[in-house]
């Protein structure tokens, strides 16, 4: 292979496989790049993968409308639907959204496993098309509630198989950039569905109008996604090499092939992936990682982010601040912290961002607490809140946000990354489930004060945590991060 390196050898063999007449399987082989001029041949071109992501992060824009289609819609659908009053109707609105994600979720690992990672992104945007349009026709409370379990199964299965495919199709000096897309995807997604939903209060009906616009993007998932390329790592576990290699020169470029095949060599090669079970996920061999990434999701969520997202309106109404201006400066700051995040993930590294991050929402919520006591005047207690706000939401998108499912992408092994990930991703449904049902009836019985410590308090927990569990992994390759946490046996 003709590049720009002089004699520098990859050495690799191929792990055992009941494949063995698979030619990477066959024998030790080397790899040269002699032309005897010492250069480096360089990191492969982002600009080949970068349109297999964007394409890709479409699942995650799709996330974060969904997420806030119903923030600035919540009342009008109440009041046309006829629960008005009813919190746990409100709540119900949101939160079987979030268990029909945790259904997709469960599901998502073995849906990329067995048919790919592309027709995966394809069969999570036809729910998403499906329960939107069931939405925006309903004429009662319960055709609401089944459009948003079909969107949740869609939602479920898309956050997870775009951070699978982002991490396995980016090159390594890049793939914290790349995997931090999703993240600001998810931020526009709000956004756009912020704006959207504006004439809500005058405008009567245009709540549906909102659930038809997310029908299109959706729309475009599914069509664009016929032109992506596939995963080579999942290429590689299903024993098609070829393809593989196909692949990694559409994706990197041809002097980049040999040398990615060898790294993918270093992985198990798991072509019985589809034989993974439950039980290899908790065996010794992989528990750390799947218990670390079932953690930082869980308290990812405990720390209370996406209450501020689903009842950001309602808490502004509270504080007698205009929700549709409070709601535009939440999506602003979150898409501020994730675009910063972007830019420094390849450069400080996940496991500081996290740190940081979640040091930040704590000391944020902190501050939330001092607003709900009694030692402080009614308009310094109106500041401090919409600022702690503020603050929570900029600091999550610094770290908490955007890191956990690039970070838990990187560190599973390849032969249970799709199913492993289908775990911790149920693990975050779950707990978005119960805060989204439960969130303004404990902020009633509860108080801000103690709401706002609890949270904090998680989130001081995870500085602990990343602290003492999370390593490091920028410009690693997938490979050899693997190879760290799980040394061949």
């Not at 576990?237 to 270093?266: D, I």
């Not at 405990?302 to 950001?312: E, M």
């Not at 898409?335 to 390849?346: E, H, K, R, T, Y």
């Not at 944020?364 to 607490?369: C, D, E, H, P």
Request: glycine share 12%.
């Amino acid at each position: 292979m003709r590049g720009r390196h002089g004699d520098v050898s990859w050495m690799y063999k191929r792990a055992s496989s009941k494949d063995d007449d698979d030619e990477y399987g066959k024998e030790e082989t080397t790899i040269r790049m002699p032309n005897g001029l010492g250069k480096d041949i360089g990191n492969p071109p982002w600009s080949r993968s970068l349109p297999h992501v964007l394409v890709a992060i479409i699942s995650s824009f799709l996330f974060g409308y969904h997420l806030g289609v119903v923030n600035e819609t919540l009342e009008s659908i109440s009041l046309d639907l006829g629960f008005s009053g009813s919190t746990m109707a409100e709540g119900l609105v949101v939160s079987t959204c979030l268990g029909g994600a945790f259904v997709g979720s469960m599901f998502s690992g073995w849906i990329a496993d067995g048919v790919g990672r592309r027709r995966a992104f394809q069969l999570c945007a036809l729910p998403m098309i499906i329960g939107a349009s069931m939405s925006a026709i309903t004429k009662n409370l319960w055709g609401m509630l089944l459009g948003r379990l079909f969107v949740g199964t869609g939602m479920g299965i898309g956050p997870a198989v775009a951070a699978l495919y982002v991490s396995e199709v980016s090159p390594a000096y890049v793939r914290g950039a790349y995997g931090s897309s999703t993240q600001i995807a998810a931020c526009l997604g709000i956004l756009v569905a912020l704006f959207v939903g504006l004439p809500a209060k005058e405008i009567l009906g245009w709540w549906r109008i909102c659930f038809w616009v997310a029908t299109i993007p959706a729309a475009f998932l599914a069509l664009f996604m016929e032109f992506c390329a596939e995963s080579p790592h999942w290429l590689f576990k299903r024993g098609r090499g070829a393809e593989a290699e196909a692949e990694l020169e559409r994706l990197f470029g041809g002097l980049h092939v040999k040398y990615s095949m060898a790294e993918l060599s270093k992985s198990e090669r798991g072509d019985d992936a589809d034989a993974v079970k439950f039980s290899e996920l908790i065996s010794p061999r992989n528990f750390g990682v799947v218990f670390i990434g079932s953690t930082l999701f869980a308290l990812q969520q405990l720390s209370g982010i996406n209450a501020v997202f689903y009842f950001s309106s309602t808490v502004f109404k509270n504080a007698g601040v205009p929700s549709d201006s409070g709601n535009i400066c939440v999506g602003i700051a979150n898409l501020s912290g994730s675009i910063i995040a972007m830019i420094l993930m390849d450069k400080l590294g996940r496991r500081v961002l996290l740190l940081g991050s979640f040091l930040g929402m704590a000391i944020a919520m902190g501050v939330q607490a001092i607003a709900a006591t009694s030692f402080v005047s009614s308009s310094g207690a109106l500041s401090l809140s919409l600022g702690g706000m503020l603050l929570f939401v900029l600091t999550f998108s610094l770290g908490a946000g955007p890191v956990p499912s690039l970070l838990l992408s990187e560190i599973f092994p390849n032969r249970i990354r799709a199913k492993a990930m289908a775990v911790c991703m149920a693990v975050h449904w779950v707990i978005n489930f119960f805060v989204g049902l439960l969130f303004l009836r404990l902020l009633e019985q509860l108080g801000p004060l103690i709401l706002y410590t609890i949270f904090g308090s998680f989130c001081f927990l995870a500085v602990i945590y990343v602290k003492r569990n999370v390593m490091e992994t920028k410009g690693k390759t997938l490979q050899e991060i693997e190879m760290a946490l799980l040394p061949q046996q």
